[in-house]
């Protein structure tokens, strides 16, 4: 189905209603984009005091809970000695990713996050009216900012099984081929951690005419383990028009430093850069480059991430509320009742949840923390569903 300007923004407001979000609430919290809930303390509260923040089991966002490792402090505490210039050195980070992936400099532009990745490739692509086709539920800024410049997104159904589904895609891509701007997928798509096979992602660049740039956003490529996932860069390599979104803000635990980038054709970065902001600082570039060789650090976030997302997906799965099959760093719930005010009953109780996904309004995300944040999610949990159960069932 098509989903005009008006009616995409028309259906965000109203569940923005339901949560009773103001104005002034910052609510994107992840990237500039509708990722996030509503602020640090979610509910049209204004932020969160320091001590009221640090409180929090904090499950909305898809973070790392651990912070940077030591290598990435040590390397981004030595880079403040540049702090008061402008042509600083930056650790070469553009080389060090071109090297990383195998292409060169010119495939490379840097971003403060990955959502302003997505931001740019919409205000490059969609000039004059055009539409991006997509999947809903999906990551949304990607259509929110369609939205803002006056675009429109083709937005379809995912299968009964939450996989993108590629040959409607193709389809609605090739039907409306003359207003498509670019196609969307996340992968693995957020909110559900599903992932798009690599057979997948052949299928669709070899089924819509071949001068259709396509946007692949990677945020979570680092926790998957399926086998039947691949990254699409080498579609970079052999000069498809594919742009990978990748960011710094998951597994390298940089959310609050704001760094990511794209990887594409060197025309197709020609076309973007001058939308992009440039505003990325001298610290987090140093960061970054540390966090790339690392890899040690970030194969045990992966470990005892996936570690406890099995632990916990099968201790819902035994309490009879089933979750979907995720390859990323959260997963969702399915929870039988409206999810807009068990986010609050989670609230109340110290730990933040997912924003709801419309239109899979009975299904939780729920991001994977530490331990203790996980323990304490689960007794939530028990609180408020089975302890609810029980009583209506002694009633």
């Not at 979104?245 to 850069?273: D, N």
């Amino acid at each position: 189905m098509t989903i005009s300007r008006r009616g995409f923004v028309g259906g965000i407001a109203t569940a923005l209603g339901y949560l009773g979000l103001g104005p002034n609430v910052d609510l994107f919290a992840q990237g500039r984009g509708a990722g996030g809930q509503g602020g640090a303390m979610g509910g049209g509260r204004s932020r969160a005091s320091i001590e009221e923040y640090d409180a929090f089991a904090k499950l909305a966002n898809n973070e790392n809970p651990y912070g940077p490792p030591e290598s990435v402090m040590k390397a981004m505490t030595q880079a403040f000695k540049y702090a008061n210039r402008y042509g600083y050195p930056d650790g070469g980070i553009v080389q060090e990713l071109a090297t990383h992936h195998g292409v060169k400099p010119e495939n490379i532009m840097l971003a403060a996050g990955s959502g302003e990745v997505l931001d740019v490739v919409g205000t490059t692509f969609l000039e004059g009216g055009k539409k991006v086709v997509g999947v809903e539920p999906s990551y949304s800024q990607v259509y929110s900012h369609a939205s803002g410049i006056k675009a429109d997104a083709i937005l379809l159904q995912l299968t009964k099984d939450y996989r993108q589904d590629i040959p409607s895609i193709i389809q609605a891509t090739k039907k409306h081929y003359r207003d498509v701007g670019f196609v969307y997928l996340c992968n693995p798509n957020n909110p559900t951690g599903v992932i798009v096979t690599k057979q997948e992602v052949k299928q669709l660049l070899d089924g819509i005419p071949e001068d259709m740039t396509v946007l692949i956003d990677e945020a979570y490529h680092h926790f998957v383990d399926d086998p039947n996932y691949a990254t699409s860069v080498p579609y970079v390599i052999e000069g498809r028009p594919v742009i990978i979104a990748r960011t710094f803000s998951k597994i390298a635990a940089l959310a609050g430093m704001r760094l990511g980038y794209a990887v594409a054709p060197a025309e197709l970065i020609r076309r973007m850069r001058p939308y992009g902001i440039g505003s990325i600082n001298a610290i987090v570039k140093w960061g970054g480059v540390a966090a790339l060789k690392d890899t040690e650090s970030q194969a045990h976030v992966k470990k005892v991430t996936l570690e406890l997302r099995k632990k916990t997906t099968a201790e819902l799965d035994s309490l009879g509320y089933p979750t979907i099959p995720s390859e990323a760093n959260f997963f969702m719930v399915h929870i039988k009742r409206p999810v807009v005010p068990v986010i609050e009953e989670f609230r109340k109780k110290g730990v933040l949840v997912g924003r709801p996904f419309p239109p899979m309004l009975e299904h939780l995300r729920v991001s994977i923390g530490t331990p203790e944040e996980m323990a304490r999610f689960s007794t939530a949990f028990k609180e408020i569903f089975v302890a609810t159960k029980t009583t209506a069932q002694v009633g």
